[in-house]
């Protein structure tokens, strides 16, 4: 069964600074895709960054990058620069071919940022 | 381009009346996906459609919930009655191919609260 742990219920993090956000999941697929999405206080899923199973390097989009470590089945969201409007709920979410395509989230992190 | 729409955005109805929740995903995505995630839980896959027909329904709760997707465009999700434990946020998502690493977009939610 695939599934997604996210550790951290809330994080705070100081402006400018950076933050990362844990998620490890477990999944028997050969090939997966991992995602993080924000979800900001009016309730809208964003899209945020992919990371595939096979890609050799991290995934970055902008301030965000994702640490992946195949190894250990983790892919850790690194926000960089922290923004006021970064204060979110943060989703990992993983799709492979056992699940028939459907994304399986973890429960997601609440992030705080302080001025 | 439009993003996945969905109507209402909060329901408010009391045990035992019926509600429908519809999602206008974007123009040109054959994938059609359900969600919700109850109080404080995980976001959990309801079902997804491909055009019009249902491709997994394995997530739907109980045959109190019926989805459709008529001429492979907008979906309706109707929930009929409605009881305590249905309140939640409802989201609806959309992807134009069925792989595990197409992004699907996600749309604001519908809030709907049974009293």
């Known amino acids: 069964a695939q599934k997604i742990t996210q550790t951290q219920p809330g994080m705070f993090v100081q402006e400018k600074e950076a933050v990362t956000l844990d998620c490890t999941y477990d999944?028997?697929?050969?090939?997966?895709?991992l995602f993080w999405y924000k979800q900001p206080s009016s309730g809208e899923m964003i899209f945020l960054i992919y990371?595939?199973?096979?890609?050799?390097q991290n995934a970055t989009e902008g301030r965000y990058s994702l640490n992946f470590q195949k190894a250990r089945k983790s892919a850790n969201l690194v926000i960089s620069a922290s923004q006021l409007g970064d204060s979110a709920m943060y989703f990992c979410?993983?799709?492979?071919?056992?699940?028939?395509?459907?994304?399986?989230f973890g429960a997601g992190t609440r992030l705080f940022v302080k001025a | 381009e439009a993003g996945v729409t969905q109507f209402p955005s909060h329901s408010v109805i009391e045990k035992g009346q019926t509600v429908t929740l519809r999602c206008d995903p974007i123009?040109?995505?054959?994938?059609l996906y359900w969600y919700r995630r109850v109080m404080g839980k995980e976001i959990k896959f309801l079902l997804h459609?491909?055009?019009?027909?249902?491709?997994?329904e394995s997530g739907m709760p109980n045959n109190r919930f019926l989805a459709e997707r008529t001429g492979g465009t907008y979906s309706t999700l109707k929930v009929q009655p409605a009881e305590l434990e249905d309140s939640g946020v409802y989201f609806c998502?959309?992807?134009?191919?069925?792989?595990?690493?197409?992004?699907?977009?996600f749309g604001p939610g519908t809030r709907l609260l049974v009293l």
């Open positions: 998502a959309s992807s134009q191919d069925r792989t595990f690493s197409e992004t699907q977009y």
């Open positions: 999944t028997s697929d050969p090939s997966y895709g």
């Open positions: 990371q595939g199973s096979y890609d050799q």
């Open positions: 979410a993983m799709r492979g071919l056992t699940g028939g395509f459907k994304t399986i």
């Open positions: 123009s040109g995505h054959d994938n």
């Open positions: 459609f491909v055009k019009e027909s249902k491709q997994d």
